[in-house]
């Protein structure tokens, strides 16, 4: 067995052993690999392990993998930040993007996503712990950009996006993360149907689970370190 393989099975491991302890269905989060800055022979070798769904930050990088790998079923999602010129690459190439947290990207976006594709799965990514210079939108304007976002046709709403500060330790990754749902839980109760919490790591994919993450983006635990 090769190293990813061992690895993603630890990994599908925690998830089931944190959706036990929560509560929660076995299954009911998602593993999301993510391969930035390995090559595509590691892709393929986790895609050999059954994975299916990759995230990728660097987008020009993404891009070349995205295209070699084109003979195979998988997923792509991106979870980094998207520069205005670099938004028809995403829109052409992903079937996700977690990271929108303006109105203006998601408008390019969605004049940008080819009719022949369906439409780009989208997380608004959120900025839960007033983190310097960090993306996302400010929890008291999610709601704003949310209902803006819901009404592209090219786009699918599907959910929220955060990459808290890393915690010292479980209860105050637990307390962060249970922001981020409670904030869904309200967009929802105005209206809205999202679905997907990307939430989680591999340092804090257990709080993550436990608050309620029903997607969690893993890389240093399946790739090793970068
Ligand atoms: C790199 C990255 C990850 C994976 O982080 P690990 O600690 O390696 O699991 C998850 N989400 C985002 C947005 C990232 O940039």
Same mark, same amino acid.
């Given at each position: ?26 299954? @009911? !989060? %998602?593993?999301? =690999? #993510? ?5 595509? *022979? ?19 990088? @993404? !891009? %070349?993998?995205? =295209? #070699? ?5 998988? *997923? ?20 996700? !993007? ?129």
């Amino acid at each position: 067995m090769t190293m990813i393989a061992a690895n993603l099975q630890d990994v599908r491991a925690r998830l089931a052993a944190a959706c036990q302890a929560a509560g929660r269905a076995p299954g @009911a !989060v %998602q593993l999301l =690999a #993510v391969s930035k800055t390995f090559g595509p *022979e590691a892709v393929v070798q986790a895609f050999d392990a059954g994975q299916r769904a990759f995230g990728e930050n660097y987008i020009q990088e @993404a !891009v %070349q993998k995205i =295209a #070699v790998l084109r003979h195979l079923p998988l *997923e792509w999602h991106c979870i980094g930040p998207i520069q205005s010129n670099k938004t028809r690459l995403v829109a052409e190439n992903f079937d996700w !993007v977690h990271t929108v947290d303006q109105f203006k990207t998601a408008t390019r976006l969605n004049e940008q996503r080819p009719a022949a594709l369906s439409p780009l799965q989208v997380c608004i990514q959120v900025n839960i712990d007033q983190g310097l210079n960090k993306s996302g939108v400010e929890p008291h304007d999610a709601l704003t950009l949310a209902l803006q976002v819901a009404r592209l046709p090219r786009l699918r709403l599907r959910g929220l996006m955060c990459i808290p500060e890393p915690c010292a330790d479980f209860a105050a990754a637990l307390a962060v993360h249970t922001r981020v749902k409670t904030l869904m839980d309200q967009l929802n109760a105005k209206g809205l149907s999202l679905d997907t919490l990307s939430l989680g790591m591999s340092d804090d994919l257990e709080a993550a689970v436990s608050a309620g993450s029903t997607l969690v983006r893993v890389g240093t635990a399946i790739f090793g370190k970068r």
